[in-house]
């Protein structure tokens, strides 16, 4: 089963207390596979072991399996570039388009 690796956990802090900024990011985004959050933190804190941190979350990546770039333009960047990395150029990637309300599926390829 493909995984979709949602970049970085969308969170917004609404009367003191970090809520979810998509509640339905889940429930729309596991019509492509099983969802995994890479960063679940509302900052990216620690900018310095990023590319790690991705390496090691990254590691069984495949050409099966989606990105979901959402949340820090840095971990976006750091997640794509492992992912590349990890199937020789190739990406599939989930863009929401707002006017249909649901996930579709976008392939990234440098060949």
């Given at each position: ?70 949340g820090s333009p840095l971990a976006i960047m750091a997640a794509t570039m492992v992912a590349a990395r990890m199937t ?24």
């Amino acid at each position: 089963m493909s995984k979709v690796y949602v970049v970085h956990r969308p969170l917004v802090k609404r009367n003191q207390e970090w809520v979810e900024k998509f509640p339905h990011l889940e429930a729309l985004a596991s019509e492509f596979g099983e969802v995994e959050y890479l960063l679940t933190e509302p900052h990216v804190a620690d900018r310095g072991p990023l590319i790690r941190t991705m390496q090691n979350k990254l590691k069984d990546f495949t050409e099966d399996d989606y990105l979901l770039p959402v949340g820090s333009p840095l971990a976006i960047m750091a997640a794509t570039m492992v992912a590349a990395r990890m199937t020789h150029g190739y990406v599939r990637a989930l863009d929401y388009d707002k006017w249909a309300q649901r996930y579709f599926e976008t392939e990234l390829d440098d060949g």
